[in-house]
């Protein structure tokens, strides 16, 4: 089984988030990668928004910590942990641009970046950046095969609908074999697109139910990864309730669980860690 985080601090999500977060820093988000590390978990995650309308930050929460920012920083504190954007939007960068600055990170890394790619919801965002909104999924497809383009060469050429490039040097660059890519969203075209063009896909706000359902309904090839989150578990005063919780997200197909954990400080959260490693049964460095 493998576990990952849904990381603490750098993402706050209203009716989510603990007090103990609002004044934590880099201290104490290095000290909970290095257990993490330590203990045998899988990832962690960063999200993406550049700036969120104060009326929706009520809602989506407003504190997001750059992921290429963090995880630079993260990469130096921690030996094989990998970094899982959570997830970038494709529309507000050059497939070019994620090429350069993630592969530079896989390259400072080790080798050790997974990017989760999502096409976008937040208009307001859009309209900020000043890049279209209408037309976005198209255009993410695009990007999404002009990124894989750019793996493997420091002179990548792509031409397609929306993105073409050719005759330009990139480097560092992500390697032959690239990133893994997972594919974020909640509808089944945010599955099939998944399916056609990444490694993997994360959904959200989808019950387990509808999960297997959607599953069941395509045909996903050899070593595609399906990416499940977990409500908050507390392994430490309810082991049952997060072993459930567990077995629950890979009865609905998971191949990899995001674990959110509940917590009352940094220290409480690791040594929550150490009790979820256990019940998951990771393998320790």
Request: glycine share 12%.
């Given at each position: 089984?493998?576990?990952?985080?849904?990381?603490?601090?750098?993402?706050?999500?209203?009716?989510?988030v603990?007090?103990?977060e609002?004044?934590?820093?880099?201290?104490?988000?290095?000290?909970?990668?290095?257990?993490?590390d330590?203990?045998?978990f899988?990832?962690?995650?960063?999200?993406e928004?550049?700036?969120?309308?104060?009326?929706?930050?009520?809602?989506?929460?407003?504190?997001y910590?750059?992921p290429?920012?963090?995880?630079g920083?993260?990469?130096?504190?921690?030996?094989?942990?990998?970094?899982?954007?959570?997830?970038?939007?494709?529309?507000?960068?050059?497939?070019?641009?994620?090429?350069?600055?993630?592969?530079?990170?896989?390259?400072?890394?080790?080798?050790?970046?997974?990017?989760?790619l999502?096409?976008?919801?937040?208009?307001?965002?859009?309209?900020?950046?000043?890049?279209?909104?209408?037309?976005?999924?198209?255009?993410?497809?695009?990007?999404?095969?002009?990124?894989?383009?750019?793996?493997?060469?420091a002179?990548?050429?792509?031409?397609?609908?929306?993105?073409?490039?050719?005759g330009?040097?990139?480097?560092?660059?992500?390697?032959?074999?690239?990133?893994?890519?997972?594919i974020?969203?909640?509808?089944?075209?945010s599955?099939?697109?998944a399916?056609?063009?990444?490694?993997?896909?994360?959904?959200?706000?989808?019950?387990?139910?509808?999960?297997?359902?959607?599953?069941?309904?395509?045909?996903?090839?050899?070593?595609?990864?399906?990416?499940?989150a977990?409500?908050?578990?507390?392994?430490?005063?309810d082991p049952?309730?997060?072993?459930?919780?567990?077995?629950?997200?890979?009865?609905?197909?998971?191949t990899?669980?995001?674990?959110?954990?509940?917590?009352?400080?940094?220290?409480?959260?690791?040594?929550?860690?150490?009790?979820?490693?256990?019940?998951?049964?990771?393998?320790t460095?």
């Amino acid at each position: 089984m493998r576990v990952g985080l849904a990381t603490p601090i750098v993402t706050r999500l209203p009716g989510v988030v603990s007090d103990w977060e609002a004044t934590a820093g880099p201290a104490e988000l290095a000290r909970i990668a290095q257990a993490a590390d330590r203990l045998g978990f899988a990832h962690l995650t960063c999200s993406e928004h550049v700036a969120v309308p104060t009326p929706i930050a009520a809602e989506r929460g407003g504190t997001y910590w750059d992921p290429l920012s963090t995880f630079g920083f993260l990469a130096g504190q921690t030996q094989r942990i990998r970094f899982f954007t959570q997830v970038l939007v494709l529309g507000y960068h050059h497939p070019l641009e994620i090429a350069k600055r993630y592969g530079t990170l896989d390259l400072v890394s080790g080798g050790r970046v997974t990017l989760g790619l999502g096409v976008g919801s937040l208009k307001e965002e859009f309209e900020l950046l000043e890049v279209p909104f209408a037309g976005r999924g198209a255009r993410a497809d695009d990007a999404i095969r002009a990124l894989r383009a750019s793996f493997g060469t420091a002179e990548p050429e792509y031409s397609g609908d929306h993105y073409s490039f050719g005759g330009m040097q990139v480097d560092p660059h992500p390697s032959a074999a690239g990133m893994p890519l997972w594919i974020g969203g909640q509808t089944p075209r945010s599955l099939q697109r998944a399916v056609e063009l990444g490694d993997g896909w994360t959904p959200f706000a989808l019950g387990r139910r509808q999960v297997r359902e959607m599953l069941d309904a395509v045909s996903p090839p050899s070593g595609f990864d399906v990416v499940l989150a977990t409500p908050p578990l507390d392994p430490i005063g309810d082991p049952d309730g997060a072993t459930r919780a567990l077995n629950n997200a890979v009865g609905a197909g998971a191949t990899v669980i995001n674990a959110a954990v509940r917590a009352t400080s940094a220290d409480n959260y690791v040594a929550a860690l150490e009790s979820l490693a256990q019940l998951a049964e990771l393998e320790t460095a």
